[in-house]
């Protein structure tokens, strides 16, 4: 699960250098709001399975808890109606930041780094 929209601040009234910002609740975009993902599973793989098996599948017996809203069906995002401009403007700023050190991260793990 994410954590709440945040930014960094140089603020000395923020907690410790961290502006949580205002937030809403939303379904899932992973399970749908259900709480439970299915495993995802080819058509040949289905197809191989004893009418049993096949049976519990579909009932979602094979179901297993979601791991982005940890069951929930919800998740908590950013309410941009309710956040201060620059605020929001500083928050997609570092989003972008981390997204970029995190590609630069994973390019270099494929490197062997």
């Keep these: 699960m994410r954590p709440d929209p945040f930014i960094y601040t140089d603020d000395p009234a923020d907690y410790d250098g961290v502006r949580f910002l ?3 609740w939303a379904i899932c975009p992973t399970c749908h709001g259900d709480g439970k ?5 080819s058509d040949i793989a289905v197809s191989e399975m004893d ?3 096949r049976q519990d599948y579909f009932a979602g017996h094979m179901d297993r808890h979601c791991d982005h809203c ?3 069906g919800k998740i908590k ?5 309710r956040c ?6 500083e928050y997609r ?9 995190e590609q630069a991260s ?4 494929r490197m062997g780094a």
């Design 22 to 24: 205002p937030t809403k």
């Design 37 to 41: 993902v299915r495993p995802t599973l």
């Design 51 to 53: 009418p049993e098996e």
């Design 70 to 72: 940890r069951g929930t």
């Design 77 to 81: 995002v950013l309410d941009e109606a």
């Design 84 to 89: 201060d401009p620059k605020d929001l403007a």
């Design 93 to 101: 700023f570092q989003e972008l930041q981390r997204y970029h050190a």
């Design 106 to 109: 994973e390019a270099e793990r």
